[in-house]
């Protein structure tokens, strides 16, 4: 048996190195005619004879999208952990809990034609709306210009009034936050629901004995599992960086950088999935493989770093039993 285990974990590890090897020789030629251009370049035209790529803009997107939907799913999460494990009575914290899990079985095709034909619709009419109505005339900072002015024409850029430049459009950064926050929730609040879990009852008990109220007791218990929490909020960070059909069905789908947040955009694993197919000569394949190489290594990245917080917060609570 223990033959067998070893043998199934270092195909795993085989299996990655695979993974990371083949799409390293993809983008070979790219890694070595683009260089770091392809990381510092918003312009992306595969047309024959300009063959310029650069992913800055895609990049962009991907942070903004996921920055929005961390920033909203986050506090819910914890919120819904906490209410799992010490709020709600034990006949209905099951039920709960089998409700959050199955959120994350639901695939994500099916999220974006939600979020395509009834989220997108209702955010332009309503919360767009309502934020484009309420900061579109306050100018508090100057930021410079838009792209796109000239001298003659000159478009200044103030902050907060950029966050809604263009006014709603439903299908934007915000539109693709919003459906990756939902996407992630569950994630976060699985892992957050566990770690919490793992809060010893003798702290807890010490805390009510020295007359700690329950919101005290609480606050205490979530700082106590702070590196756990912070590794399930990386876990959906890696989700949100990889999700691609639900994004892509809100996102607008447009090669730019804008700071509003009703612009349309794309990310890395949008413009994979959106071009792979056309990239009929090597240049073109190899830049859509060193895509494909980055993505994997902003996986790593993030994933990595979650897991080995989440070990800390097992290897505490088992010292301290």
Request: net charge neutral; charged share 10%; aromatic share 12%.
């Amino acid at each position: 048996m223990a033959g067998l285990a070893i043998s199934g974990v270092l195909a795993m590890f085989g299996l990655l190195a695979l993974i990371f090897l083949v799409l390293l020789d993809g983008a070979w030629m790219a890694i070595g005619q683009i260089n770091w251009h392809f990381f510092t370049s918003s312009v992306w035209d595969p047309v024959k004879g300009h063959d310029h790529y650069g992913v800055l803009a895609f990049a962009y997107g991907t942070a903004v999208t996921t920055f929005i939907a961390l920033l909203l799913a986050v506090p819910v999460s914890i919120g819904t952990a906490v209410f799992i494990v010490r709020i709600a009575p034990r006949w209905l914290s099951g039920p709960v809990s089998f409700l959050v899990e199955l959120l994350a079985a639901i695939p994500s095709v099916v999220y974006g034609l939600w979020g395509a034909f009834v989220m997108s619709p209702w955010l332009q009419n309503y919360p767009e709306t309502w934020l484009y109505n309420a900061l579109h005339n306050i100018h508090l900072i100057k930021l410079g210009y838009y792209p796109g002015s000239t001298p003659k024409y000159p478009l200044p850029e103030y902050f907060p009034a950029n966050l809604v430049h263009g006014g709603p459009s439903g299908t934007d950064y915000l539109a693709g936050g919003l459906i990756l926050a939902i996407m992630i929730l569950p994630i976060i609040t699985a892992i957050t629901r566990d770690v919490l879990l793992q809060f010893p009852d003798s702290i807890e008990h010490g805390a009510y004995a020295l007359g700690a109220t329950w919101w005290q007791t609480t606050r205490l218990a979530i700082n106590y599992c702070r590196v756990g929490i912070f590794g399930a909020a990386m876990l959906g960070m890696a989700r949100a960086i990889g999700e691609t059909m639900a994004i892509i069905m809100v996102i607008g789908n447009t090669d730019r950088i804008s700071s509003s947040l009703f612009a349309g955009g794309q990310t890395l694993t949008g413009v994979f999935v959106n071009e792979f197919l056309e990239a009929d000569r090597p240049i073109y394949f190899s830049a859509m493989m060193y895509v494909a190489l980055t993505l994997l290594i902003s996986s790593l990245l993030t994933t990595l770093p979650a897991r080995f917080m989440l070990n800390r917060i097992g290897a505490r609570h088992a010292s301290e039993e």
